[in-house]
Every structure is written in structure tokens, then in C-alpha cells.
């Protein structure tokens, strides 16, 4: 079993993370990305979500009525996972800081979610049912990755 970590403030370590051929088949997977944050509340919530990997940062998205949104702001610190489902296991792991961006459709990077997880297809369908309706685009600034491969 292999484990590679990053911490700040080497930014070139944690790229170097996300590179690696494991990090790219999970970040490009069909598998959701497991947001964690702290809710409204205060008590932590990790929830199933859609992901779009663009080089330098994960991007999600929501829309304004969704529980995360009430509950995340500009410049809080959370917790990306996303793990494979049969051994041996492989996850990556990512921290940092989320930017949010209201868009008055939806996000491309949704958009282009929604092929990769239902197929062309499925997300024709579903994306027409939601072409009218606001967004808002969260972007995972990284500071730190982890990678798990217990392949090794």
C-alpha cells in the first residue's frame, strides 16, 4: 500500500498528487466526489456530489436553495473524497478553500458532469428539465491532496 501526501505551502506537491495516473482515473470517474463541510448547524455533513476536474481546481455546483449553499461561504475550508468502491481501494483526498460563484444558468462544468455520470442521452433529458435555473459554481481552491492506493 502506497499513501502520497501534501501539505502547504508547497503547491507543487499537491499538483504532483493530483498528476499521478490514479489521481486522473479517479478525478475523471464516474464515482461522486464526497463533499465535507460543516452545516448550518455546525455539525459536519459529508454528502454525494458531482465534480469537474479543470486542471487546477474541482469544481461543483448547486443551486441556491441546497443545504451546502446555506451553509458554505467564500473562503471556508473543506474536505473532498473520492474513493473506489472494491478492493483494493484507492481514494484521493483534497482540502482547501471554496470560491462561490452565482451563474444565472447552469455550470458548464454541471453540464459536463452530467454527460460523464448519465451518458449522453439521460443527461440531455435531465438538463433540459433544469436549463432555466440559477447556479452557483464552487470552486476548490487546493492546498493539500492525499492519495491512497492500496494496490501497492
Known amino acids: 500500500m502506497t ?3 501534501t501539505s502547504p505551502p508547497d ?3 499537491w499538483r504532483a498528487t493530483v498528476r499521478s495516473p490514479v489521481a486522473q482515473a479517479l478525478l475523471h470517474s464516474r464515482i461522486p466526489a464526497r463533499l465535507a463541510y460543516h452545516g448550518a448547524d455546525g455539525t459536519p455533513r459529508v454528502i454525494p456530489v458531482w465534480s469537474h476536474w479543470d486542471g487546477e481546481h474541482l469544481v461543483l455546483a448547486t443551486f441556491p436553495v441546497s443545504a451546502k449553499l446555506k451553509a458554505l461561504r467564500d473562503g471556508d475550508t473543506v474536505a473532498v473524497s473520492i474513493d473506489s468502491d ?3 481501494y484507492q481514494g484521493l483526498q483534497l482540502r482547501g478553500k471554496v470560491t462561490l460563484t452565482p451563474t444565472p444558468g447552469l455550470v458548464p462544468e454541471y453540464v459536463q458532469s452530467a454527460h460523464r455520470h448519465l451518458g449522453p442521452d439521460e443527461a440531455a433529458r ?3 428539465r433544469l436549463a432555466d435555473r440559477p447556479m452557483v459554481r464552487i470552486t ?8 491512497l492506493d492500496m494496490r501497492r
Not at 476548490?140 to 492519495?147: D, K, M
Open 11 to 13: 503547491p507543487e506537491a
Open 126 to 128: 435531465f438538463l433540459d
Open 86 to 88: 472494491q478492493y483494493p
Open 3 to 5: 499513501a502520497t501526501t
Open 140 to 147: 476548490l481552491h487546493i492546498h493539500h491532496a492525499h492519495l
